[in-house]
């Protein structure tokens, strides 16, 4: 069961690619973003994703990426397939942590690659979803996401606080 | 309608793994590019891969997969087989859960060309 909009949101400390802790919090709105190495969704959305983390870092911004896939079934998701990618994209502007045992996507009640959820200040969720409305087009720009931040730096209710994930199903261990 | 795969002998596969949402929308790219060929849409045997066994046993790299004639319209190289989303490129670059349409349109073609 996920998470629901205005509810507190799991507190976690998970690793970096480089073995650092990372928890959600101490920023004005914290994006944390369920993702993955192989699935076709989380690779179409990524740059739009990362592009989030740049523009709005200035506003306080932290996203965090989170791979829980089982590793031993799907090798590509390791901890050293994820290092080896960062390495290879040239380092990312914000971590990706590794949820090795799954706690962290079941507390947030995870479904797929990607699936984001904004945390305010206060940790409680203001928005879970999809990214924008179409993982073909780079055009739609992470919309979702970027009006759910807007209005949250802003002070204001979200106006669309969940969309529905879509993705690739997390693959849980069995 | 006449069975136009199998008039000029071609085998169309879809196979699928139900935990990746994809396969419904590469069953109707695949199905559009068939009748724009002139083929029967509907000529297509989908099947689902649900176990890494049958994974295993078909070859099956990710879902989806197609097949013409037996043969993948992307080979896979040496990917690992088993139940997850196939990731594709398109001639764009953009990454897709399903193959570029036009790669399919090929394979058909090249396919369904007389010897």
């Known amino acids: 069961m996920s998470i629901a909009v205005g509810q507190l949101a799991p ?8 073995g650092a802790p ?22 179409a959305w990524h740059e739009r994703l990362l592009e989030v983390a740049d523009d709005y870092a200035d506003r306080g911004v932290r996203m965090l990426q989170i791979c829980s896939n089982d590793a031993e079934r799907y ?3 390791s901890p050293e397939a994820m290092r080896e990618r960062v390495r290879e994209e040239g380092g990312w502007p914000t971590p990706y942590l590794h949820d090795a045992t799954q706690e962290v996507a079941r507390a947030y009640g995870a479904l797929t690659t990607p699936d984001v959820f904004v945390l305010d200040a206060e940790r409680r969720l203001r928005y879970r979803g999809a990214p924008d409305g179409d993982h073909m087009h780079p055009a739609q720009n992470a919309a979702w996401l970027r ?6 730096l ?19 261990r069995p | 309608m006449a069975d136009a795969c199998e008039d000029v002998g071609v085998t169309v596969e879809l196979l699928f793994w ?6 419904p929308q590469a069953l109707a790219e695949l199905r559009g590019v068939l009748a724009e060929l002139g083929l029967d849409p509907e000529d297509v045997r989908v099947r689902e891969v649900a176990s890494e066994l049958d994974a295993e046993a078909e070859g099956f790299v990710g879902s989806p997969t197609i097949r013409v004639d037996g043969r993948d319209i992307e080979p896979p190289g040496v990917e690992p087989t088993g139940l997850t989303c196939r990731v594709y490129r398109l001639r764009d670059g953009r990454y897709s ?14 396919a369904a060309a007389p010897a």
């Open chain 1, 154 to 172: 802003a002070g204001d209710p979200v106006s669309q606080p969940e969309t529905k994930p879509v993705g690739c199903s997390i693959k849980w």
């Open chain 1, 75 to 77: 090798p590509q998701d």
């Open chain 2, 18 to 23: 139900d935990g990746c949402p994809s396969h």
């Open chain 1, 147 to 152: 009006a759910a931040l807007d209005e949250l």
């Open chain 2, 97 to 110: 859960p399903t193959p570029d349409p036009a790669v399919v349109r090929e394979a058909l073609q090249r």
């Open chain 1, 22 to 43: 990372h928890s959600p919090g101490g920023a004005p709105a914290t994006v944390v973003v369920f993702t993955c190495n192989h699935c076709p969704y989380a690779l």
């Open chain 1, 11 to 18: 507190r976690f400390s998970l690793p970096d690619t480089d």
